[in-house]
């Protein structure tokens, strides 16, 4: 175990928000908490948006798709963790008492929003409360890699959201943007029986949806409209989509949402959308077509992410496209700037 007087390297905003890495000391175990080395970290588009559009302020760690090494932990820690296991964890653990998490609110318990790794995940070491080692963390199966890991808590999210919008009699989605979530919410909605459709604007994507079977077919939507809609008319019973599926929110993408979704139909959206982004809430009404948002998964979501990792049921090696060491996190960000990167895994060491 590394004495509290060493550094460890971790990637910071700038004063002049730029990110950078530097050094740091390493964090005090929490009382009954544990000492976690960091192996890797996903970067989320989260960590971008707070990023580009500073919403972080300067001296903040990013990083939440964390897996690492328990290297040590206090007495009387909840759970049977050892020093050694292979670990993921979740950032924010709810309280489970308050009126937020009783009425399946988890993700605006203050506890919740007050919680996080110390510090971020972009750093080699990371100090976990009890709250996380006893609900959101879990001992990683030694057939499963560590890339593969990371990716339980966008999972969760993502099934926090499909549980959202609820079920359909065989329904259909379309997923509007085939990144990272939205080639993950295409795999869970076929698990679930639904007819899948994609679109995006990146020919690249649109041929690993259909090449890995995660769409029944996608679509460029400015180019492809006319084929999408007489896709949609042969095998949908409405010539529209029960569900639409946003990981990508502007005013064009809304109103191809709204001419895709049937009467009566969800539309969810994943993400934030750029100030000042509206829709009429009357083509809204007259339609009764429900907006349902999602933001954080709630702690039976990320049991669920976890088996469905572990037991390969959603398919996620293909979507790591960048694998760089920490060193390089600015070009992390600028691959995610540019679209280059459909999902990058910070690196900080030798793999154990």
């Given at each position: 175990?590394?004495?509290?007087?060493e550094t460890m390297t971790v990637a910071r905003i700038d004063e002049d928000y730029g990110i950078g890495v530097t050094k740091m000391p390493i964090p005090a175990i929490p009382p009954q908490?544990?000492?976690?080395?960091?192996?890797?970290?996903?970067?989320?588009?989260?960590?971008?948006?707070?990023?580009?559009?500073?919403?972080?302020?300067?001296?903040?760690?990013?990083?939440?798709?964390?897996?690492?090494?328990?290297?040590?932990?206090?007495?009387?820690?909840?759970?049977?963790?050892?020093?050694?296991?292979?670990?993921?964890?979740?950032?924010?653990?709810?309280?489970?008492?308050?009126?937020?998490?009783?009425?399946?609110?988890?993700?605006?318990?203050?506890?919740?929003?007050?919680?996080?790794?110390?510090?971020?995940?972009?750093?080699?070491?990371?100090?976990?409360?009890?709250?996380?080692?006893?609900?959101?963390?879990?001992?990683?199966?030694?057939?499963?890699?560590?890339?593969?890991?990371?990716?339980?808590?966008?999972?969760?999210?993502?099934?926090?959201?499909?549980?959202?919008?609820?079920?359909?009699?065989?329904?259909?989605?379309?997923?509007?943007?085939?990144?990272?979530?939205?080639?993950?919410?295409?795999?869970?909605?076929?698990?679930?029986?639904?007819?899948?459709?994609?679109?995006?604007l990146d020919p690249n994507r649109i041929h690993l949806a259909q090449s890995r079977h995660f769409v029944l077919d996608a679509f460029h939507p400015v180019e492809e409209r006319v084929r999408l809609q007489e896709t949609l008319n042969r095998?949908?019973?409405?010539?529209?989509?029960?569900?639409?599926?946003?990981?990508?929110?502007?005013?064009?993408?809304?109103?191809?949402?709204?001419?895709?979704?049937?009467?009566?139909?969800?539309?969810?959206?994943?993400?934030?959308?750029?100030?000042?982004?509206?829709?009429?809430?009357?083509?809204?009404?007259?339609?009764?077509?429900?907006?349902?948002?999602?933001?954080?998964?709630?702690?039976?979501?990320?049991?669920?992410?976890?088996?469905?990792?572990?037991?390969?049921?959603?398919?996620?090696?293909?979507?790591?496209?960048?694998?760089?060491?920490?060193?390089?996190?600015?070009?992390?960000?600028?691959?995610?700037?540019?679209?280059?990167?459909?999902?990058?895994?910070?690196?900080?060491?030798?793999?154990?």
């Amino acid at each position: 175990m590394p004495s509290l007087s060493e550094t460890m390297t971790v990637a910071r905003i700038d004063e002049d928000y730029g990110i950078g890495v530097t050094k740091m000391p390493i964090p005090a175990i929490p009382p009954q908490g544990a000492l976690v080395k960091v192996v890797g970290c996903g970067v989320c588009g989260s960590d971008l948006d707070k990023f580009v559009h500073k919403k972080s302020s300067p001296g903040s760690i990013l990083g939440h798709e964390m897996v690492g090494i328990v290297e040590a932990l206090d007495e009387g820690h909840p759970g049977d963790w050892k020093v050694g296991d292979r670990l993921v964890s979740s950032h924010h653990a709810p309280c489970g008492r308050c009126h937020y998490c009783v009425n399946d609110s988890e993700s605006m318990c203050r506890q919740f929003k007050r919680t996080n790794f110390n510090p971020g995940g972009f750093s080699q070491y990371v100090a976990l409360s009890p709250e996380h080692l006893a609900h959101t963390a879990f001992q990683i199966p030694s057939d499963i890699s560590w890339e593969e890991a990371s990716c339980i808590e966008p999972l969760s999210c993502v099934l926090r959201a499909i549980r959202r919008g609820g079920t359909q009699v065989n329904g259909s989605v379309l997923i509007v943007g085939l990144g990272f979530i939205g080639m993950m919410a295409a795999q869970v909605y076929q698990n679930d029986g639904y007819a899948v459709y994609g679109v995006d604007l990146d020919p690249n994507r649109i041929h690993l949806a259909q090449s890995r079977h995660f769409v029944l077919d996608a679509f460029h939507p400015v180019e492809e409209r006319v084929r999408l809609q007489e896709t949609l008319n042969r095998h949908t019973t409405l010539g529209k989509v029960d569900t639409v599926f946003l990981t990508a929110v502007n005013p064009k993408t809304l109103a191809l949402a709204l001419d895709y979704v049937r009467d009566g139909g969800n539309l969810i959206i994943f993400t934030s959308a750029p100030e000042g982004t509206q829709v009429d809430p009357s083509r809204l009404y007259f339609r009764e077509i429900n907006l349902i948002t999602s933001y954080s998964p709630a702690l039976s979501d990320l049991r669920e992410a976890a088996q469905m990792i572990f037991q390969q049921k959603i398919e996620v090696e293909p979507l790591i496209s960048h694998r760089l060491p920490l060193q390089d996190v600015q070009q992390a960000f600028e691959l995610y700037r540019s679209g280059q990167a459909l999902k990058v895994f910070l690196q900080m060491g030798e793999s154990q």
